[in-house]
């Protein structure tokens, strides 16, 4: 009976003894000891995860990485593996293209429990063979050719739901109404079934308590990127108790891993009520299993996490930025009145129905949507990359093979040298001096960079096109009790930028259907 006592002291002493060598070597003989950064977060990964729970609103790591900046100048160590640098410039070394192995950091690949899907896939030959189908399918011409229809016809519904709301005088949730306008864009497109988000603001934003599920349990699952796998092996009820953000992640998991082949949804199954709209002749699941994949590739549990991804990713920032987007065309009259007077050249009568490549021609309404994403920075966190067989050099610093090195993309759009007054929402910049806009895009990375940069970037602006035009071409409108610094700008950030919590979101009211 007395080896008891002695095993578990024996284990307290070695267990405090390990993690004191631990401190010491991330200290003093790790291959980052000498890189400049404040000592706390070098000695533990923890420190981000508690200044992402419980600093402020939440959400304060990024802006915590910042202020290191501010001090210890463009490079930092912000984790015991992890180098952060701040230099617009050097965003195509560390983003590179082809000829450069880049691994994606497994904390953040991992993060979303989706290891099959392409934004999961750390392995940087596996991602490349993962990512061509999926980018074939949202590239520029494909969106054109099979895509744009769907994407008017779900902007032309949101006129529909718009023009009720003028006819009862009604205040409009623009988070609901862009959700749901994104939502059921993407899903028609890429499955061939929506959730009719648009016709049920309540549903919209249940759904939107999916994205905010996320975001909550981020931080935990940066840290223990095993979590989500587990968690699917036990039931759900008791997380519903103990930390209920986990639990509607892992039903929606549920919900998609339930469905056996994504090609044999056959109407609803989830909690939203998802219903079929098209044969699927053309959906992104098709594409898939039409490629040139090894069948491995195609098994039903790699589908249903390449389409979580697609829609934690995909719907969810463009709401976002069309919500950004509107408030400033709507805040501004003379830019709304700008941008009215360039949709009228090419929809004389609002009701007219416009091409892609129409609509790619404006020069103001592009440079909305730019200056939209630029003032935006809706995917306000860290992209960290690995180069596991390349020495990394920035500057008079070497960075070892191996090792985590990140940047903030969307940060690189509020950097004076390139954007003067970057808090100013200024579409002209845009329209600019070719040498002066060159200048700014070589910095401006809204969907990141190279081969790990969005997929569907393309699909993305289209929808933007799409939806300011048949919005701003057919109404007029008003504020209601929408404050910038409160209710739009990002203030914290786990994944998504976030406006302060005490903020209720964009609302607007139609004052005229023209």
């Not at 339930?258 to 079929?276: E, H, I, M, R, V």
């Amino acid at each position: 009976m007395a080896v008891a006592p002695f095993l578990v002291l024996w284990f307290v002493v070695s267990f405090v003894l390990y993690q004191v060598w631990l401190v010491i070597y991330r200290l003093c003989f790790h291959p980052l000891a000498k890189f400049p950064g404040p000592k706390l977060v070098a000695t533990t990964f923890w420190w981000e995860c508690i200044q992402d729970l419980f600093a402020g609103q939440g959400g304060e790591f990024m802006n915590q990485v910042e202020a290191m900046h501010d001090r210890y100048g463009p490079i930092v160590r912000v984790t015991p593996d992890e180098v952060h640098i701040k230099d617009p410039e050097w965003a195509t070394v560390l983003y590179a293209g082809p000829g450069h192995i880049r691994d994606k950091d497994p904390s953040l690949a991992h993060a979303a429990g989706t290891a099959d899907g392409t934004f999961g896939t750390v392995s940087h030959d596996i991602h490349r063979r993962r990512r061509a189908p999926v980018s074939s399918y949202f590239s520029k011409s494909s969106v054109a050719k099979h895509l744009f229809d769907k994407i008017w016809q779900r902007s032309e519904h949101m006129c529909d739901v718009l023009r009720e709301h003028h006819r009862r005088g009604t205040v409009v949730s623009g988070r609901a109404t862009f959700l749901g306008w994104s939502n059921d864009s993407l899903r028609e497109c890429s499955f061939g079934e929506r959730l009719d988000l648009l016709d049920d603001p309540a549903k919209a934003m249940a759904f939107d308590d999916v994205f905010k599920a996320f975001a909550a349990v981020y931080p935990i699952l940066k840290q223990c990127e095993w979590m989500i796998p587990f968690a699917l092996q036990l039931p759900i009820a008791p997380f519903r108790y103990i930390y209920k953000p986990l639990a509607t992640l892992l039903t929606v998991h549920v919900e998609y891993l339930s469905q056996n082949s994504p090609l044999g949804y056959q109407g609803p199954k989830d909690q939203f009520g998802a219903t079929q709209v098209s044969q699927r002749q053309h959906t992104l699941f098709h594409a898939l299993t039409a490629s040139s994949l090894p069948e491995d590739e195609k098994r039903p549990t790699r589908m249903a996490h390449e389409g979580f991804e697609i829609l934690l990713a995909g719907s969810d920032t463009t709401a976002r930025t069309m919500g950004i987007a509107a408030y400033h065309v709507m805040a501004n009259a003379p830019i709304k009145q700008r941008l009215l007077e360039e949709l009228k050249t090419v929809m004389p009568d609002p009701e007219d129905t416009v091409e892609l490549k129409v609509l790619e021609s404006l020069p103001f309404l592009n440079a909305v949507i730019k200056e939209s994403l630029r003032i935006g920075k809706v995917t306000d966190h860290r992209l960290s990359l690995v180069a596991p067989y390349e020495t990394l050099q920035y500057k008079e610093w070497t960075i070892p093979a191996g090792t985590r090195v990140s940047m903030t993309p969307t940060r690189n759009s509020y950097d004076e040298k390139y954007f003067p007054d970057p808090y100013r929402f200024a579409p002209e910049r845009w329209l600019q001096s070719e040498d002066q806009v060159a200048a700014m895009n070589r910095v401006f990375m809204p969907f990141a960079h190279g081969r790990r940069g969005c997929l569907g970037m393309h699909f993305a602006q289209a929808e933007l096109r799409a939806g300011l035009a048949c919005v701003f071409r057919r109404f007029d409108f008003e504020l209601v009790d929408t404050i910038r610094e409160r209710d739009i700008d990002h203030s914290w950030a786990h994944i998504a930028g976030e406006p302060d919590k005490r903020g209720k979101g964009l609302r607007f009211r139609v004052t005229r259907a023209y």
